[in-house]
């Protein structure tokens, strides 16, 4: 089945205890991005991946990184979290940004996250 | 500044009952509009995708049209079904050099009771 796995699901942290969100596609896709969902607020990019070792910033970048040495692999890292990054974290993915047109992006299940 | 609006923020109707959705948006240069559907607890899944040069697209009880001019969209529910409760989210892509933008709206809150 064609999915965007995310882990954990849930998670509750302390401020500056680094951790992992780990997200994996199983469509060979070459764009994979980080979004964050607060309430009252759309999706905001955090990072985007347009392929292997090919990273760039969205639109708020701060507090987070990411890697891709994998095509199907995007985890976001988050050095040293603070409460402001309490938030629900989705993983998606799509073919390729340049045909992003009409593509459609497949999004993971989505992490929330609490930072105490 | 490139935004997305959407109304209303939540809205309750019965099941059976018919429903529209507004999107607002100001991005530009226009790419396309989409409409996204979000279970609570679940991740955005796509319901319609139109260009410029689409003005309808339906995919079974759900209609959006889109008028470019007027930079509106709206996303009409036919027959509401319980299982139709969900947040309904408008995305504009605007176009950019190497691909393109994408800007979400915040989203509208239905639920449908019985």
């Known amino acids: 089945e064609a999915q965007v796995t995310q882990n954990p699901r849930y998670l509750i942290t302390v401020t500056g205890k680094k951790l992992t969100v780990t997200c994996s596609q199983n469509?060979?896709?070459?764009?994979m991005s980080w979004y964050r969902q607060d309430p009252g607020l759309g999706l905001r990019q955090i990072y985007y991946?347009?392929?292997?070792?090919?990273?760039d910033k969205g639109d708020v970048p701060e507090g987070y990184k990411v890697s891709r040495k994998e095509k199907r692999n995007f985890p976001l890292i988050l050095e040293s979290p603070s409460p402001n990054q309490t938030s629900l974290y989705f993983c998606?993915?799509?073919?390729?940004?340049?045909?992003?047109?009409?593509?459609?992006?497949?999004f993971g299940p989505g992490t929330r996250l609490t930072v105490l | 500044k490139n935004q997305v609006e959407q109304s209303p923020q939540s809205l309750i109707i019965l099941e059976g009952k018919n429903c529209t959705l507004q999107?607002?948006?100001?991005?530009?240069?226009?790419?396309?509009l989409r409409w996204y559907k979000q279970d609570t607890g679940r991740g955005p899944v796509s319901l319609t995708i139109?260009?410029?040069?689409?003005n309808t697209k339906s995919n079974g009880r759900y209609t959006a049209t889109l008028d470019a001019d007027t930079k509106q969209s709206s996303l009409h529910i036919t027959a509401s079904q319980l299982s139709d409760s969900a947040s309904y989210i408008c995305?504009?892509?605007?176009?950019?050099?190497?691909?393109?933008?994408?800007?979400f709206g915040a989203g509208t809150i239905l639920r449908v009771k019985s």
């Open positions: 998606a993915s799509s073919p390729s940004r340049v045909a992003l047109v009409t593509d459609t992006q497949y």
């Open positions: 469509m060979n896709h070459e764009y």
């Open positions: 991946s347009m392929n292997v070792e090919v990273t």
């Open positions: 999107c607002n948006y100001t991005v530009s240069p226009f790419s396309n």
């Open positions: 139109m260009t410029f040069s689409e």
């Open positions: 995305v504009v892509s605007a176009r950019k050099e190497y691909g393109n933008k994408l800007v």
